[in-house]
Each structure stands twice: as structure tokens, then as C-alpha cells.
T-cell receptor, first 113, second 114 residues
Framework: AQSVTQLDSQVPVFEEAPVELRCNYS??????LFWYVQYPNQGLQLLLK??????LVESINGFEAEFNKSQTSFHLRKPSVHISDTAEYFC???????????FGAGTTVTVRA | SQTIHQWPATLVQPVGSPLSLECTVE??????LYWYRQAAGRGLQLLFY??????ISSEVPQNLSASRPQDRQFILSSKKLLLSDSGFYLC?????????????FGSGTRLTVV
């Protein structure tokens, strides 16, 4: 099973500033990569995913993540955050032939006015 | 469309009491089903997963158990709750062979053991 490391547990950021959340995973030839977002007292929602093809994937609300195979990373970015982006973000990884995802410990993003 | 239902939303139970949390999925068949727990500051911990009726895999030894009596029903139980069982419990499903779709999570149950 994959091991996933989210390097930052807490990220405070001002509104309209950029944010980057880092995610690294243990090496593997073929993986699926995901970012989930969790708002307080809610379940996790899929934000974006990488399966194959272009290494840059985007979500509908302005987030993007880039798959870097050589660095085994899948960092999440947003050029300008809103108050509503305050949430916990989880990176998840799976080998192609596995039954389940491996999750990082999560990064709490707090956006301040 | 597929939906996942998880209940109750919140639960306060005394130490030593039993527990039953239920999760059901609609609009799909033969899903893989999962139970996770979130404790404060500890991320997501996979407790159980199931790839079919009556097939349960346990990831972490504890006083919890899981059952899958029907294809789209997944139940988390305990005979006697401990204080350490407090947390946010999440059910999730994934289409069989559809790992690329990722999981769909339920809305969670906040369990407080007092």
C-alpha cells in the first residue's frame, strides 16, 4: 500500500493570496492521485484527480494540482483563495490494482480577511 | 444517480453501551464499502472495508466490528463503547473495479462517548 505525506498540517493564508498544499507519496510505477476537501462536520468531497495524461489537473473552483512522477508529488495550488476555501484538504493515492485509497494526514487551510 | 446515506448524524453514548451505525448506498450494485474514523488531529483511519456481502476486512484491531448483511448496506457496531471510540465516523463507497473514480463519502456521524 502507498504511504502519503502531507508536509503541512496547518496553512494560514490571507484572502486573495495564493496557497500551495504539498503532498508526496511512496514510489510506484502506476498510481491514481486524488485531492479531497472536507468542510467542518461534513464528509469528504472529491476536489480533483489524476489518472493519466496531462500532469496538470484542474477543479471547477480554481484549484489545480500537478503530478510529478520523478518527485512522487501531487501538490495542490490555488492562485487566489476565498474565505469559503477554509477547510481541511486530504491527498489520497492508490496503486492501480488496489482496493482502497491511502490518505495523508490532512492540511487545514484557514483563510483570513 | 448514486447516493450514500449515513446515520445518525450525531450520537452521544455512555461508556460501555452498544453502538450501531448504518450506511446504505443507492443507485449502484456490488460496491466496495469502507468505514473510516477521524479522531482530532489524527487524519483518516481505515477501520473496515468490504468487497462483497459477508466479506469484511479489518484494518485495525479494536472493539469495533462491521457487517454487510445486504449488498448496499454496511453496519459498524460495538458491544461496549470505550472513551477512545469517540470521533467522526465516515462511510464511503467505490464502484467495483472503479478505483479511478475514487471514493464517495457519506456525511459522517459524530460520536461522543461520555
Amino acid at each position: 500500500a502507498q504511504s502519503v505525506t502531507q508536509l503541512d498540517s496547518q496553512v494560514p493564508v490571507f484572502e486573495e493570496a495564493p496557497v500551495e498544499l504539498r503532498c508526496n507519496y511512496s514510489s510506484s510505477v502506476s498510481v491514481y492521485l486524488f485531492w479531497y476537501v472536507q468542510y467542518p462536520n461534513q464528509g469528504l468531497q472529491l476536489l480533483l484527480k489524476y489518472l493519466s495524461g496531462s500532469t496538470l489537473v484542474e477543479s471547477i473552483n480554481g484549484f489545480e494540482a500537478e503530478f510529478n512522477k520523478s518527485q512522487t508529488s501531487f501538490h495542490l495550488r490555488k492562485p487566489s483563495v476565498h474565505i469559503s476555501d477554509t477547510a481541511e484538504y486530504f491527498c489520497a493515492v492508490s496503486d492501480w490494482d488496489d482496493y482502497k485509497l491511502s490518505f495523508g494526514a490532512g492540511t487545514t487551510v484557514t483563510v483570513r480577511a | 444517480s448514486q447516493t450514500i446515506h449515513q446515520w445518525p448524524a450525531t450520537l452521544v453514548q455512555p461508556v460501555g453501551s452498544p453502538l450501531s451505525l448504518e450506511c446504505t448506498v443507492e443507485g449502484t450494485s456490488n460496491p466496495n464499502l469502507y468505514w473510516y474514523r477521524q479522531a482530532a488531529g489524527r487524519g483518516l483511519q481505515l477501520l473496515f472495508y468490504s468487497v462483497g456481502i459477508g466479506q469484511i476486512s479489518s484494518e485495525v484491531p479494536q472493539n469495533l466490528s462491521a457487517s454487510r448483511p445486504q449488498d448496499r448496506q454496511f453496519i459498524l457496531s460495538s458491544k461496549k463503547l470505550l472513551l477512545s471510540d469517540s470521533g467522526f465516523y465516515l462511510c464511503a463507497w467505490m464502484g467495483r473495479g472503479r478505483l479511478g473514480d475514487g471514493y464517495t463519502f457519506g456525511s459522517g456521524t459524530r460520536l461522543t462517548v461520555v
